[in-house]
Each structure stands twice: as C-alpha cells, then as structure tokens.
C-alpha cells in the first residue's frame, strides 16, 4: 500500500489550497479515505473522511464549512479543497486508510502573512 500526499505549500490568511493523494496497492474504491494533521508540539487530529460507494463525508468540526474532501475513483486519488485558511490549519496533512492501517508521508501546509 502506498499514499502520496501533493499539494502543500505556503497560503496567506484566507487563501486556499487543494490537497491530493494517490493511492496504490490496494482496491481504492472498496476504502473509506481520510485526511489527518498535526500541528507543531500537538497531537495528530481527523480532519475528514469519506466512504468508498456513495462518497458519504464527515468533517472535524473546526473545519466544517471550509474544507472539502472528495474522491475519484478512476485516478485512486482523493482531495482536500482547504478555502479560508487560518493560521492554526498550518500542520502537516495526512492521507489515511484507516482500513488498512496505511499512512501517506504527510504534506506541509503552512498559513501565514
């Protein structure tokens, strides 16, 4: 199994960025995907996940109405739209398959003026 997370980078305040990971050795659309991130001297936190048949999504409430996470199962990829960025988003992003267990290296984002 492999997850490679692309898409970080340095964002002002407000901006955006879309996150994506692509995922290998296993049968993509059968997994519910998630993003994780940890934040300097805190510890990792879900951000969002979604289901493999029916893209079903569920957010941590602190980036309820900003984030979007989505799928597409033709290009084993899965996204995180990240609009209004704070400061306090600055962590590094995870792509997840809880089912197998399977972590991506993490991307840096970082939010700052």
Known sequence: VQLVESGGG???P?????????A??????????S???QAPGKEREFVAHITGVGGQTNYADSVKGRFTIS??????T?????????????AVYYCVA???G???????????S
């Open 10 to 12: 340095l964002v002002q």
């Open 14 to 22: 407000g901006g955006s960025l879309r996150l994506s990971c692509i």
């Open 24 to 33: 290998s050795g296993f049968t993509f659309s059968f997994y519910v995907m």
């Open 35 to 37: 993003w994780y991130r």
């Open 71 to 76: 799928r597409d199962n033709t290009k084993n």
């Open 78 to 90: 899965v996204y995180l739209q990240m609009n209004s960025l704070k400061p306090e988003d600055t």
């Open 98 to 100: 809880p089912s197998r």
């Open 102 to 112: 399977s972590w991506g290296q993490g991307t840096q984002v970082t939010v700052s």
